[in-house]
Structures are given as C-alpha cells and as structure tokens.
C-alpha cells in the first residue's frame, strides 16, 4: 500500500519536542479560508508553474506536487534522523492536509514508528472518525490538535465543515489522558472575536489541567499568496495579519486561567 505526501522536512523544531522529521500527507476534508497549505488539500498529484527569476529573466517550469511512498519506503527517511531524535528527545510528526484522511498509510506509519520506539506527533484537524480514532489513538505520543472556531455556523462558513466532531473528539482524548497540545490559528476578521476567545478557553476550562498548553499560530500573509504562486486553483482572501497587541491579549486570557502559550507553534 502506498500512501501520498507532499513534503518530508527534516530537521524541525517547532512541530513538537525535540528535532523532529515532519511527513507531510497530502490531501485535507477542509476548506480553510485562510489555508496555509493549499498545496496539501487536494487527494491527488498536481501540476503547478514554478517560476524563477533571475537577472530580470522569468524561467518557468513545470513541476509535480506529491509523490507515492511506501511505508518502509516513509520509514527509510524518516530512520534517517533518528540519532538526532535520540539525542534531542525528538521523532516524527506527521500532519498535512489531514493525515487521518490516509487512514491505512498513517496507520501503517504509526505502528512502524511504535516498533521502532520512535516517538510520534499527530497535527489533526481533529476532523476524524470516531471509529479510526479509536483504533489508532494509543499509537499517538502527542496531538497537535488544531481548534479553529467554537462557532458551528461560522465554523461551516470558514473551513466547510461542522465543528462539532472535532471538539467532541477532543473531549474524549482527553477524558483518555492523551497527551494533546492546542493549536488556534488566529485569523482577524475571522476567529479572533472576545467572543470566539472566551467560549474557546470555556471549553479549554472544562479539559483544564489534562490539556494545558496551547499554541497561538498567527495567520501569515505569505499563506494566501502561496496558492497564488502555485498556481493552485484556490480563492484567495484578503486577510491581515494579527498585530502584536491582539495576539498578547488572546495570550493572556488563557494565560490567567493557568494555560501555558506560546505563539508560533
Ligand atoms: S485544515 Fe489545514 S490544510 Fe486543511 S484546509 Fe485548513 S488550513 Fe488547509
């Protein structure tokens, strides 16, 4: 069985402990607005126009966006790093896209990892199947659990889809004590209302001191410009960036309430 990624980055550091591999699956359920990853959405390869310029001159070329792999073939590079993952208390991440939308492969992949004694991540949308959660979540040493929107309609309107699997899958992770890490991507205009804050950290109190730490990921410009110079057939919107001022309020709302945030990721 082969599994579609788009990116193997070696060498990470901000997408869990340590020096971490990153595998990145393609393809994704959502429709973010604001998609920092257009070239992770669709389920299939892709062809875009790379452009390059160099001394006034426009060179184009034609390139393929994700490529088949194996899990042995996966588990090759990723065994590449893995002194660095001893020495550094690191290991593997795998996100996307959604890599529960490669249900099998990811599966295949964790249980490599967890023979391996090689320490796993998962960055989720959390929009899953109950039923595949179940099955794999004890393969899972740390969910980056991404919350996007406590709003169901606006949370339709933004990604495409209910929020009310993902926080439901959330509660019961946590009632099973894993290990999860909070991810909010702030995107003004969009999910960084008083409002949106104080139902997000209502829920976050409920799971308090099981899930503590959260990550504020701050929406880039360069995210909706990407799909533009892929060449993506993506609208693009036009969203501002958080300034310092706001992404120090969210931060201290949850810090009050004993969370402990970073920004970045
Ligand atoms: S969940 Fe992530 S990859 Fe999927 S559409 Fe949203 S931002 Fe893009």
Redesign the pocket.
């Known amino acids: 069985m082969k599994g579609l990624i788009f990116d193997i980055k070696r060498l990470a550091l901000h997408d869990g402990p340590g020096i971490r591999t990153t595998v990145f699956l393609k393809g ?5 607005r ?5 070239e ?2 669709c389920f299939d390869t892709e062809l875009y126009m790379h452009v390059d310029k160099l001394e006034g001159k426009v060179f184009k070329k034609q390139k393929e966006i994700g490529y088949w792999m194996t899990v042995n073939e996966a588990m090759k590079e990723i065994e590449k790093d893995k002194i660095f993952f001893e020495e550094s208390g690191g290991g593997v991440t795998f996100s ?3 890599p529960f939308a490669q249900y099998e492969f990811l599966t295949g992949l964790l249980t490599a990892c967890r023979n391996r004694s090689i320490h796993t991540a998962l960055d989720t ?1 959390g ?1 899953i199947k109950r039923e595949q959660l179940k099955n794999v979540y004890k393969l899972v040493d740390l969910f980056l659990y ?1 919350l ?1 929107h406590m709003d169901d309609k606006l949370h339709k309107k933004f ?1 495409g889809v209910s929020n009310k699997l993902i926080i439901e899958n959330l509660e019961w992770l946590s009632n099973r004590k894993r290990n999860i890490k909070i991810r909010f ?1 702030v995107v003004p205009g969009y999910n960084d209302s008083e409002k949106n804050i104080d139902l997000m950290r209502a829920l976050l109190e409920e799971l308090y001191p099981d899930v503590k730490h959260i990550d504020l990921l701050p929406y880039h410009k360069m995210a909706s410009s990407k799909a533009e110079r892929l060449g993506l057939k993506q609208q693009v919107y036009e969203i501002e960036e958080p300034d310092a001022f706001k992404l120090g309020s969210i931060r201290k709302k949850f810090e009050e309430t004993g969370f402990v945030v970073g920004i970045g990721g």
């Open positions: 994704c359920p959502l429709n973010c604001w998609c920092h990853n257009p992770s959405r996307g896209g959604e949308t929009y991404d996007k990604t991507p």
